[in-house]
C-alpha cells in the first residue's frame, strides 16, 4: 500500500473516503467544543497527513489550547502533516515520523483529551483491535473522547469493537449509520484511565488482501473506506 497516494481519495469529493473525513471532522470538532476549558492533550495515532485534525483545529477556537502530537511513519505524510500545522500557526502541533504502535511515544501526554485512531483498525488483527481499545482506556482521559474507523466490509467488525470500547468503561457518543458507506465512531471515557504500560505494541499493520480494496485510493465504489 503506497499510503502517500491512498489520501488522495479525499480530495475525490462524494468517495466514502471524503464523507468519512466530513464525519470525523464533525466529531472533532464536537469533543473539542465539549473540553473543559485549559489546556488539552490530543493524540492521532497513525496520523497519516493528519486532515481530520489539522482542518478542524486551524480553525477552531481552542486552537491554542491544544498540545498535539501526530505519529506518522510514512515521511511524506508526516512532511504534509507538519507543513499545514506550520501553515496554520498551530504551534502546539508536533509530527513524529514514528511507529504509532509503541506506547512509549504517548507516555508524556496520556491520559488526553481527545485520540483519533482512524484509519487503524481495518489494517490490523482482531487481537490487535482490542488490545488497542484496551490501551484506549489508558490513552483518554475521563471524560475524553476517542474517534475511530473501521470499514463495514464483511466481516463488518464495528459492532464489536463498539462493544469492546463499552466493557472498557467507554461510552458510545456517536456511530455512523451502517449504510453510510464507512464506519466511524466516537466513545467517551466515563472510567479512570488505567495507567499506561510502557514499551508495548499495540498493532502491527498486516496489509490483508481482502481489506485491501477498502483501502485503495484506486477503489471507486461508494464503500471505500480507511
Ligand atoms: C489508512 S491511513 C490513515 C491515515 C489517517 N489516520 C486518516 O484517517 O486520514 C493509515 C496510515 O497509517 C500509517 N502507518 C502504517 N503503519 C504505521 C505505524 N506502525 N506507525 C505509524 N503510522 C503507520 C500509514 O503510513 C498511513 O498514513
Redesign the pocket.
Known amino acids: 500500500?503506497d499510503?502517500?497516494e491512498?489520501?488522495a481519495d479525499?480530495d475525490r469529493p462524494g468517495s466514502g473516503?471524503a464523507r468519512?473525513?466530513r464525519a470525523?471532522q464533525a466529531q472533532v470538532e464536537a469533543a473539542l467544543d465539549d473540553s473543559p476549558p485549559g489546556p488539552l492533550r490530543v493524540l492521532?495515532?497513525?496520523?497519516?497527513?493528519?486532515?481530520?485534525l489539522l482542518e478542524v483545529l486551524a480553525d477552531h477556537p481552542r486552537r491554542h489550547d491544544v498540545r498535539a502530537r501526530l505519529?506518522?511513519?510514512?515521511p511524506r505524510?508526516a512532511a504534509i502533516a507538519e507543513a499545514a500545522a506550520r501553515a496554520a500557526g498551530l504551534t502546539g502541533v508536533e509530527v513524529l515520523v514514528?511507529?504509532?504502535?509503541l506506547t512509549d511515544h504517548y507516555r508524556d501526554l496520556a491520559p488526553a483529551d481527545l485520540v483519533?485512531?482512524?484509519?487503524?483498525f481495518?489494517?490490523i488483527t482482531d487481537e490487535d483491535i482490542e488490545r488497542t481499545v484496551e490501551h484506549c482506556a489508558a490513552l483518554c482521559r475521563t471524560g475524553g473522547t476517542v474517534i475511530w474507523?473501521r470499514h463495514r466490509g464483511a466481516p463488518d467488525r464495528v459492532p464489536l469493537i463498539c462493544e469492546w470500547f463499552e466493557d472498557r468503561g467507554f461510552h458510545r457518543h456517536w456511530l455512523s449509520d451502517p449504510d453510510a458507506g464507512f464506519g466511524a465512531a466516537a466513545h467517551r471515557l466515563h472510567a479512570d484511565p488505567r495507567p499506561l504500560t510502557a514499551g508495548v505494541r499495540m498493532?502491527?499493520?498486516v496489509g490483508r488482501p481482502e481489506d485491501a480494496f477498502e483501502?485503495s485510493a484506486a477503489d471507486t465504489s461508494e464503500d471505500a473506506d480507511?
Open positions: 500500500m499510503w502517500h491512498w489520501h479525499y473516503l468519512r473525513l470525523v492521532s495515532l497513525c496520523a497519516g497527513q493528519g486532515r481530520d505519529v506518522e511513519l510514512d505524510n514514528a511507529d504509532a504502535s483519533l485512531v482512524c484509519g487503524v481495518g489494517n474507523t498493532f502491527t499493520f483501502d480507511e
